[in-house]
């Protein structure tokens, strides 16, 4: 089979894990071999780096937290992803290294030819062939996320940081437009899924 790479993009509260569920539980129903996975985690290495990068109680500068994730996402790439891929599985990843370009690059300020350098001796290059950004209003979104229960250390982050994240994403976007799927977040989740269903079949071939 032939390998897809997928990865789920967006703002805090964007709605990103209930897609990726709805996405695999179709990839399921056809019975295509998936792997479903996210950042940071995804390993024994991945848990434990997330769990220092999103704990509210600690100040992490923009740089090692950078290099937190690049090493996490390395860690990902290289035991969990490639495999994967290489079994010519579909990968399904909440999040990957344009979180990365959008964070800690536009809502940091961290150079971007910088981050560009270390994410490709991170995952050696690979990139997704599709990403879906699910774009939504930063107050929204933290609104959103908030009725989860406690922020997090990047969900306590203002709301400038977060209108440049949403700006960073979007811009990546017109770059990439081949490779980007950009929905509206607010739209019914069914419908949600329905387009990005239409989006991977394509990729799929079905």
């Known amino acids: 089979m032939t390998p897809l790479f997928l990865t789920f993009e967006g703002p ?14 179709r990839l399921a129903a056809l019975g295509r071999p998936h792997l479903v996975t996210r950042e940071p985690g995804g390993t024994g ?4 780096v997330r769990g220092v990068l999103l704990d509210p109680a600690l100040d992490i500068d923009p740089l090692p937290e950078f290099l937190l994730y ?6 990902l790439v290289r035991e969990v992803i490639r495999p994967a891929l290489g079994r010519g599985e579909v990968v399904v ?5 344009d979180s990365s370009r959008a964070y800690q690059g536009a809502g940091r300020g961290l150079d971007a030819s910088f981050l560009e350098a270390v994410t ?14 699910l774009d939504l209003d930063p107050a929204a979104g933290l609104a ?22 949403r700006k960073g994403f979007l811009a990546l976007a017109a770059r990439e437009p081949g490779r980007f799927l950009v929905l509206d977040a607010t739209r019914d989740p069914g419908a949600l899924e329905e387009t990005v269903w239409a ?7 079905a």
């Open 70 to 75: 690049s090493a996490s996402r390395a860690q």
């Open 45 to 48: 290495l991945g848990a434990r």
């Open 199 to 205: 989006a991977v079949g394509e990729r799929l071939g």
């Open 12 to 25: 805090e509260g964007a709605g990103k894990s209930t897609q990726v569920q709805r996405l695999t539980s």
């Open 120 to 133: 490709r001796e991170a995952t050696g290059g690979l990139a997704p062939d599709l990403t879906v950004l």
């Open 144 to 165: 959103r996320a908030a009725s989860r229960g406690q922020p997090d250390r990047l969900e306590r982050a203002d709301l400038a940081f977060h209108a440049r994240v």
């Open 93 to 97: 990843c909440d999040r990957y290294a």
